[in-house]
């Protein structure tokens, strides 16, 4: 007996094993109910006594060998086939889709960092705020049509609290609370009670630029938006200014930039007129300037005011307004390669 359980040794020591058919092999063989070794305790009972101790001690260093072999090549196949050498448990199971930023981001991005680089810092203001800030600071008179130039969401109409129906209000804000020079941008959210359709939206996004100091004048104005116009929609691009109406400006204009998309010669987009309106101007009324504590004997400001979708939808051709509120993805993937 104890010359089979050495052979049984040298046999499983030699055993080599390269599959799971292998593998099972191997276990039936030596380590199943009906395996070599299960045999060999069956016959241990007719081991005589006085060689029980040291067959016993025998046949278990043989079957603990064997189960230890087993155990190895296991967990060898195992890895082989599963790859756990090179499994990495710290990587997400599923992959991690790639957002992308907003159309409306983009290009909020894009013009506070073209004003950047004329030197204008950022701010903003309260979306929530009073008459006084949208509307009396800005030179709207209590009864003056002008007011209903704009459809005002009242959240206390007594007490004049409303929506900010332009960004205008964050003018009166900073020349409030800063002596000129005052150079800056006031990008936000607007809030007008207009029917939604494609071409108008309740919310909406604008920005804002003041720029105050002494002896700014209407060039000025003029050569910051063309510089403007041209890092926005490209070198060729040209501006032209109309005469307007704001009340906080004083003279006005609303400017328009050559069609971007047919160089001017006329398409459905610029209605083939070979321009397209983006933003309305002017020089600060000197009336907003003193409402506001600002010497307007000493200073001169311009103001302009653009709506981002508007320039948005002539970067990306957006036909509908309604889209950037809608959070459809297949909408917003769009834009996953834009910046
Ligand atoms: N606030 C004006 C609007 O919402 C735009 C504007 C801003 C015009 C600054 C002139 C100066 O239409």
């Not at 070794?37 to 016993?56: C, H, R, T, Y």
Request: with cysteine.
């Amino acid at each position: 007996m104890i010359h089979k359980i050495k052979e049984l040794l040298k046999e499983t020591e030699e055993f080599s094993v390269k599959s799971a058919e292998e593998l099972e092999s191997f276990r039936l063989k030596y380590l199943s109910k009906k395996g070599e070794i299960s045999q060999l305790f069956n016959d241990f009972k007719n081991v005589p006594a006085e060689l029980k101790k040291e067959v016993g001690q025998e046949i278990n260093i043989l079957k603990q060998f064997a189960q230890e072999k087993f155990d190895q090549f296991k967990a060898v196949i195992e890895d082989s086939q599963t790859g756990t050498e090179t499994l990495d448990l710290t990587r997400p199971g599923e992959p991690l889709e790639l957002g992308s930023r907003h159309p409306i981001s983009i290009v909020r991005n894009e013009i506070i960092s073209i004003f950047n680089r004329l030197g204008f810092t950022v701010a903003e203001g309260p979306e929530i705020e009073d008459d006084w800030h949208v509307f009396s600071a800005l030179n709207f008179p209590p009864e003056h049509p002008a007011r209903d130039m704009q459809d005002t969401f009242f959240i206390d109409k007594a007490n004049e609290i409303l929506l900010r129906t332009h960004t205008s209000s964050v003018q009166v804000r900073v020349m409030q609370n800063t002596k000129p020079p005052i150079r800056s941008i006031f990008p936000g959210r607007v809030f007008r009670n207009e029917a939604i359709s494609a071409r108008a939206h309740c919310i909406f996004h604008q920005v804002e630029g003041l720029y105050v100091a002494e002896n700014v004048s209407f060039a000025d104005l003029k050569q910051t938006l063309l510089y403007f116009a041209k890092e926005m929609f490209g070198e060729k691009t040209q501006i032209r200014l109309r005469p307007s109406y704001f009340p906080f400006t004083e003279p006005s204009a609303e400017m328009d930039v050559s069609c971007s998309i047919c160089g001017g010669k006329g398409c459905n987009i610029c209605k083939y007129s070979g321009w397209l309106e983006i933003l309305g101007c002017g020089m600060v009324d000197p009336n907003v300037l003193e409402s506001c504590g600002i010497d307007s004997e000493k200073y001169t400001g311009f103001a302009f005011g653009m709506g981002i979708e508007r320039i948005a939808m002539l970067k990306f051709q957006i036909k509908d307004l309604r889209l950037y509120f809608e959070n459809d993805v297949r909408f917003l993937r769009q834009f996953k390669s834009a910046y």
